[in-house]
């Protein structure tokens, strides 16, 4: 739930972040369903790292996994905006957004695999680096994907709650540093 809720937390801010000439407003439910995408995905993936063996099939269908389940992630949390028009994404951005998401996801079962046993001072920095290359990968394919994003001049959103971005996104990461 933590490792979800900390990958969950990093999209919807930055989703947050992202600055539009208009209010933007969110499905509550939809939200919700994103976060629980990231739980869920996050589950899977220690359980994969946990296991006592990670041949290269199951590091592949986990990373398969993962990837996918922190795509879905994002990008339902991205039709939670309920906008007109709809966002148009680049299929390009997209693809590359699709791809960091199973590299990062390979890298981070495999290092948490490898990393997980020991407790030396070399462990605890190698352990450090890991936790710093898979934050900049979650955010690079979370930037990518914004970047993937179009949204039409003139376009109004309906529904949904009209949210003050700052005062959220305070929440949301205090909420989220107390759980973790």
Do not use: E
Not at 11 to 20: N, Q
Not at 78 to 85: G, H, K, L, R
Not at 112 to 131: C, P, T, Y
Request: with cysteine; net charge positive.
């Amino acid at each position: 739930v933590a490792m979800g809720v900390g990958i969950w937390s990093m999209h919807f801010i930055g989703m947050m972040a992202f600055s539009l000439p208009i209010v933007l407003r969110y499905n509550v439910v939809t939200t919700l369903v994103s976060m629980g995408v990231a739980i869920l995905t996050s589950g899977c993936a220690i359980g994969i790292a946990g296991g006592a063996r990670l041949g290269w099939h199951r590091l592949a269908g986990g990373a398969l996994l993962m990837g996918t389940g922190i795509c879905t992630m994002h990008y339902s949390g991205m039709s939670a905006i309920q906008i007109v028009p709809m966002i148009v994404y680049d299929p390009v951005l997209v693809a590359a957004s699709v791809v960091i998401s199973m590299l990062a996801s390979f890298s981070a079962l495999w290092l948490a695999f490898k990393l997980r046993a020991g407790h030396s001072w070399q462990l605890a920095v190698r352990r450090f680096s890991a936790a710093l290359v898979m934050g900049a990968a979650i955010s690079g394919m979370h930037y990518t994907g914004m970047a993937a994003s179009r949204f039409v001049s003139g376009a109004y959103c309906v529904g949904g709650i009209p949210i003050d971005n700052q005062g959220l996104a305070l929440i949301i990461g205090l909420i989220t540093v107390a759980l973790l």
